[in-house]
């Protein structure tokens, strides 16, 4: 018999900002003459938001303050529900060259480049410890409202396990352990459960785990399985306890079906579905964040010179078109979409998180539509960020403003005109 499942945290829905002296100093905006994509559909209206929050959507309304978006959209605030902002790219070798300290100030460059591009919630996907979420909500530096995974549990030998065929282990500064990023290498149920109390202990709102290879890592392979049925149980039970979700690293087949049946909350990259999978997702009501940009910027990396072992690039190459096709047969079959890019690519200036959407389109039968709504509404109920993701009385006052028809999703990251967080203008 299934178990419920659980509901993610409860994330931070706001700065330290008095919120005595918002009220105080809230007037009405409203925003007119453009389409409002409202998290489930699009239509021409006016939008108003006092302080925090949206007051009012429909016609006709009124406001202190008129932002005319003619020719525009008007969308929720977007979600990145896989990122990992404390790194600048794929070029491990320059990485285990660099200051423990740097990764910091790397992350501060990437939730701002996030901010950039509408993205006013994120899941970051191992990485950012408590320290980066708390310097948001204490307004040290800007970023989106994040949950944090801090760090991604794996076995020996296993995605997250970085060694080197000389016998050494890769020193990425985003990885190594500290006393604010537990040790991420456990084994054994014992050992699972000490993971994830540990990673809970350090503040994390999910668990993330690796149940297969992975591409980018050294040794492995991404259709091999990880941790097995025990394991699997364990740290889902854990999880649980705490009232939180377990997300998996998952690439190959029998690692994306075990992480299923264990009672996973989302599978992200799922580069080799079938059909036994796809049901395994829908009898669970699992998500799927598909990261189809993960593999193309891999390669585009490889191909700027960028210097990714050949072993890696070709996992990628090979990778494509099975994870298109993976992700094709998932939306067919009505899995839940939430987007997410595996980000960076911070690594090009032209790169951009929101390509994620073109290419969800031109991979399966999603509308433009169902793409903004798995980058609004759908990664808000997967993440538990109830307050946000829709444009309605209510909801807090994120809001994107981009140039053109929602239909286009061409140069997205060149065409957004406005962003708001919280109910305050930050692009």
Same mark, same amino acid.
């Given at each position: ?6 509901? %993610? ?12 002296? !918002? ?149 990425? %500064? ?20 000490? /993971? ?17 290879? /992975? ?15 025990? $394991? ?30 264990? /009672? ?18 829908? $009898? !669970? ?10 593999? !193309? ?70 509308? =433009? ?18 307050? =946000? ?37 930050? !692009?």
């Amino acid at each position: 018999m299934l178990k419920p499942r659980q509901k %993610p945290p409860a994330p931070y829905l706001g700065r330290t900002l008095n919120h005595e002296m !918002r009220k105080k100093m809230a007037t009405r905006t409203v925003f007119k003459n453009g389409t409002v994509f409202d998290g489930t559909s699009a239509g021409m209206a006016d939008l108003v938001l006092e302080g925090r929050h949206v007051v009012d959507v429909g016609t006709d309304l009124d406001g202190d303050h008129v932002v005319d978006c003619s020719g525009m959209s008007v969308l929720p605030g977007l979600f990145d529900c896989h990122v990992h902002v404390m790194t600048r790219d794929f070029n491990l070798a320059r990485a285990e060259q660099q200051a423990f300290s740097l990764q910091y100030y790397e992350a501060k460059r990437n939730l701002s480049l996030l901010l950039d591009q509408g993205i006013t919630s994120a899941r970051d996907a191992a990485g950012a410890d408590l320290g980066v979420k708390q310097a948001i909500a204490q307004e040290l530096i800007e970023g989106p409202r994040l949950q944090i995974a801090i760090s991604m549990l794996s076995q020996t030998g296993g995605h997250g396990d970085v060694h080197l065929p000389s016998g050494g282990n890769r020193s990425i %500064p985003m990885m190594t352990a500290h006393p604010g990023r537990p040790n991420s290498i456990v084994d054994g149920p014992d050992g699972v459960r000490r /993971g994830v109390r540990e990673v809970l202990r350090a503040g994390a709102d999910a668990v993330k785990i690796a149940t297969t290879g /992975g591409v980018m890592s050294s040794g492995d392979n991404p259709r091999h399985a990880q941790f097995r049925a025990d $394991e699997l149980a364990v740290i889902v039970a854990e999880a649980a306890a705490a009232d939180t979700y377990v997300f998996a690293h998952a690439q190959g087949t029998e690692g994306i079906k075990a992480a299923l049946r264990a /009672g996973v909350r989302s599978i992200e990259h799922g580069y080799y579905l079938d059909d036994e999978a796809v049901d395994l997702m829908l $009898e !669970r009501g699992a998500w799927l964040v598909p990261t189809l940009s993960a593999t !193309r910027a891999i390669i585009d990396a490889a191909e700027s010179g960028i210097p990714i072992p050949d072993e890696n690039a070709n996992l990628a190459r090979e990778a494509v078109e099975a994870h298109k096709a993976s992700f094709a047969l998932a939306v067919q079959a009505g899995v839940k979409i939430a987007m997410g890019t595996d980000s960076p690519p911070y690594w090009s200036p032209a790169a951009s998180n929101l390509r994620e959407l073109a290419l969800m389109v031109n991979s399966s039968s999603m509308s =433009a539509l169902d793409a903004w709504r798995a980058t609004t509404s759908s990664p808000a109920e997967l993440l538990g960020f109830d307050a =946000a993701g829709k444009l309605a009385a209510g909801k807090l006052a994120d809001v994107v403003v981009i140039a053109g028809s929602l239909s286009d999703l061409d140069d997205l990251r060149g065409r957004v005109r406005q962003v708001w967080l919280d109910g305050t203008q930050v !692009r």
